[in-house]
């Protein structure tokens, strides 16, 4: 797993050049499945963006902080661009996907799981997820999706436990096999200083963007005994399944998202 602040900062290369690098990623807030990488496409193509699906990278190399992409640079150059700051829509997310001709990630029925249920893979669930701000969900969905959101911008967002303030959201966890947001960082420094625990974006309960505030269906004694997280750390089985039995929630790999 990669901490989403490792993934910023990435290089792309074409099979016949470097595309740019990653500035952002973009997550759908029904499903915490990441859909786009931005790119900066720098001294190549000065003062363009560019989205790619996760599921266009190649394996990384670390070392020089590189995915490859089996792609062109014509091919890149010629896709449908970011050309502003507006949020992307809908259209311009087939546009891109229909460029390469590539199937959209909404005709392959992954990642259709949805949070706040805990419903295993495939199942039948209700439309309603977790509660949001109504009013900013309809103004947005007048300019593009409103619910992809961007990892940049939800870093910062202030995190409430069932019973007060816990800290706020300092980073992503990031399962790179399947492309989802496994965990989010809490650092608790305002509240319980020098502890950062994990959170499963299952147990979040409401989201309000307007106020930028996170709402997780824990209390703050859970927080406060949970298992601390190091981000030096290389987090592992053994650590998720503690945390898991802490908290009292059964993991995502006994068949569920």
Do not use: C
Not at 11 to 40: E, N, Q, Y
Not at 114 to 125: K, S
Not at 139 to 163: F, M
Not at 225 to 253: I, K, N, V
């Amino acid at each position: 797993m990669q901490r989403s602040y490792d993934i910023v900062g990435y290089k792309l290369r074409a099979k016949d050049g470097t595309v740019g690098s990653i500035t952002d990623l973009l997550f759908d807030d029904r499903h915490f499945a990441l859909r786009w990488m931005v790119v900066d496409t720098g001294k190549w193509l000065p003062g363009r963006k560019v989205l790619l699906p996760p599921s266009a990278l190649g394996s990384p190399d670390p070392s020089v902080r590189e995915y490859p992409v089996d792609l062109n640079l014509d091919e890149i150059e010629a896709a449908p661009g970011l050309e502003t700051d507006e949020p992307v829509s809908h259209q311009l997310e087939a546009d891109i996907y229909g460029h390469y001709g590539w199937s959209p990630y909404w005709d392959s029925g992954y990642g259709y799981a949805l949070v706040g249920g805990m419903q295993p893979v495939g199942a039948v669930v209700p439309e309603k997820t977790i509660r949001t701000d109504k009013p900013e969900a309809t103004e947005k969905s007048q300019h593009g999706d409103p619910h992809l959101r961007s990892i940049s911008e939800v870093t910062g967002y202030y995190v409430e436990a069932t019973d007060g303030s816990i800290g706020h959201i300092e980073n992503f966890v990031i399962d790179e096999t399947e492309w989802i947001i496994r965990y989010l960082m809490i650092d608790t420094k305002n509240w319980w200083p020098g502890k950062m625990v994990l959170i499963s974006p299952h147990w979040l309960r409401e989201i309000d963007w307007s106020d930028r505030k996170i709402f997780v269906d824990v209390t703050r004694y859970r927080v406060k005994a949970a298992p601390g997280f190091d981000p030096s750390m290389t987090l592992d089985r053994e650590y998720e399944e503690r945390m898991y039995t802490h908290y009292g929630y059964q993991p995502y790999w006994a068949g569920w998202l």
